[in-house]
């Protein structure tokens, strides 16, 4: 049987794992490029598992990240992250990576893209798609990443390295995309709502959660059994979509049509996580759960984190009325799966705000290097 022998790094950002390439051993053929990585991964699989690959058969676990040199003359590489369908033959180029943008960094470095520097090793990172900088802060010692610490984060069970990541705007996007730092939905059954709509690179919509009902400490096994809820909380989203010009109100109607994210914060309280840590009040800044696809999502990523930051930091917004958080100081985000941290600075524009700056410190580690085999036989790869 014919194999591609491809090299490859398998790892691990955030909460997420992916398989890392260097863009020079891959095609530069878009369409070969895919066909490879999806058998790299064990797409399509109609039964859901990715067994024939080296995906993860979830969301977070089914990525790849291409890494380059970067030809921009303010940058030190540039990478796509593709989320990886399980059961259809798709990759999806506009993914953010999310957690898995912390990784680029040490990669970049492990690679020799980026020459280590002892100490801190500062990588300037530029995502295409959605257009962004990046600055990765990796800890290098004797000339490699260094990947122990104590650092500790909720939802990985090992301390590793901290990586600072920061999100460069420059003032460049507009958070408000009404215009306002509030408006207020009329939804069925719930009457007038107070909300707070933020476009960073994640779309949301901030409400208070006693407005809702809720108390900001639910638990998603059990709150996703609430059919009842989880349709009232889809007319929120419904409504802040059609309010920011995502969509019609038609096409809002129609089911499987893609929405923001819905948050619901209150006031710090003590609970205990999904896995049974306690969490105490004097730990957090505010609580906050996320809905999106229909569902109570387990924790908050990257991206979540920095929009809740950044609505904390919009003066007048709801999340400011309720986290107790100071102007330069990081909003501690008590989530479902535990404690979050993310800085943001934002900035006027006209009459609106804009991100300048926001961060979040995350863990990354190498978890196999090596070759990933592609077979490459007859109907086992089409066009090979």
């Not at 921009?72 to 059961?87: H, L, M, P, T, W």
């Amino acid at each position: 049987m014919a194999v591609l022998k491809i090299p490859a790094v398998y790892m691990r950002g955030g909460t997420s794992k992916g398989v890392f390439f260097n863009a020079r051993d891959l095609p530069r053929d878009p369409e070969l490029r895919d066909r490879i990585l999806l058998r790299v991964l064990g797409s399509p699989d109609p039964y859901s598992r990715q067994a024939d690959g080296m995906g993860g058969a979830s969301h977070s676990t089914s990525k790849v990240v291409v890494v380059d040199a970067s030809a921009r003359d303010d940058c030190d590489v540039e990478y796509r992250c593709g989320q990886v369908a399980i059961d259809r033959p798709l990759i999806d180029w506009t993914a953010s990576g999310d957690s898995l943008a912390v990784a680029v960094g040490p990669y970049a470095i492990q690679q020799g893209l980026v020459a280590a520097r002892e100490g801190t090793t500062v990588v300037r990172i530029w995502q295409p798609h959605p257009g962004r900088f990046l600055e990765a802060h990796v800890e290098v010692r004797n000339g490699e990443v260094l990947e122990d610490g104590l650092f500790t984060e909720d939802g990985v069970p090992f301390p590793a390295a901290e990586v600072r990541l920061e999100f460069i705007d420059e003032g460049a996007t507009d958070l408000l995309p009404t215009g306002r730092v509030q408006d207020v939905l009329q939804i069925e059954g719930v009457g007038e709502l107070p909300v707070s709509l933020i476009r960073t690179d994640e779309v949301s919509i901030f409400v208070r959660a006693a407005d809702l009902g809720l108390n900001g400490r639910e638990k998603p096994d059990a709150f996703n059994r609430d059919a009842k809820t989880l349709a009232r909380l889809e007319m929120v989203r419904r409504e802040g979509a059609v309010a920011m010009g995502l969509m019609s109100r038609a096409r809002a109607e129609k089911p499987g049509a893609s929405l923001p994210r819905l948050v619901w914060v209150a006031p710090p309280m003590s609970y205990k996580s999904v896995s049974g840590m306690d969490v105490p009040k004097d730990s957090i800044d505010v609580l906050a759960r996320a809905m999106a696809d229909g569902r109570m999502q387990r924790g908050f990523g990257t991206r979540s984190a920095i929009s809740l930051a950044v609505a904390a930091a919009v003066p007048g917004s709801i999340v400011s009325q309720v986290a107790r958080t100071l102007p330069g100081v990081a909003t501690r985000i008590g989530h479902a799966s535990g404690v979050q941290a993310a800085w943001a600075t934002v900035v006027r524009k006209g009459s609106g705000w804009a991100l300048e700056r926001a961060t979040v410190s995350r863990t990354a580690r190498c978890l196999m290097s090596g070759w990933v085999h592609v077979p490459t036989g007859p109907g086992r790869l089409c066009g090979l």
